[in-house]
């Protein structure tokens, strides 16, 4: 279960899961166990961090896409957490940085996980990712049910 590096009560911002942190967790893990049992459970959600209050709330790919456009927000790619985001200012006056994962955040989780020769990966919580994940992982991802 990677999830959750960021997003705990009173975390700072940042994703789910960066990129960083799967891999050293994975690397650990497959010292103590073979990697042929290891799958490595990644969101497919994300967080809207209120840094004017120090909340945050869980946020659904469409969620994020909607306030992104709401207040005019450009997404970027974060290269070094491999996670889209972007920031708004609400009505309230309120600062807000969003992380959330995608299609191509969650490529590169998979690729890792298939580098490492790990079991596999799972997704939670189906019903908030992107809709593009499914062709991604139609296209490009050898997936089988366990």
Do not use: C
């Amino acid at each position: 279960m990677l999830y959750n590096e960021f997003g705990w009560p009173g975390s700072p911002p940042g994703p789910a899961v960066t990129i960083g942190w799967m891999e050293r967790v994975l690397r650990y893990t497959m010292s103590k166990m073979p990697r042929d049992k290891i799958v490595a459970a990644v969101s497919v959600f994300g967080f809207d961090f209120n840094l004017t209050t120090g909340r945050n709330t869980y946020v659904t790919y469409q969620m994020a896409i909607n306030l992104a456009r709401r207040y005019n927000s450009e997404i970027i790619f974060n290269e070094e957490r491999q996670t889209p985001m972007f920031s708004y200012r609400d009505a309230q006056g309120n600062q807000h940085e969003v992380w959330f994962e995608d299609a191509r955040s969650l490529r590169a989780k998979i690729q890792l996980a298939w580098d490492l020769g790990i079991k596999g990966v799972a997704l939670w919580r189906l019903g908030m990712e992107d809709p593009a994940i499914w062709s991604m992982l139609q296209n490009e991802v050898v997936v089988r049910k366990f």
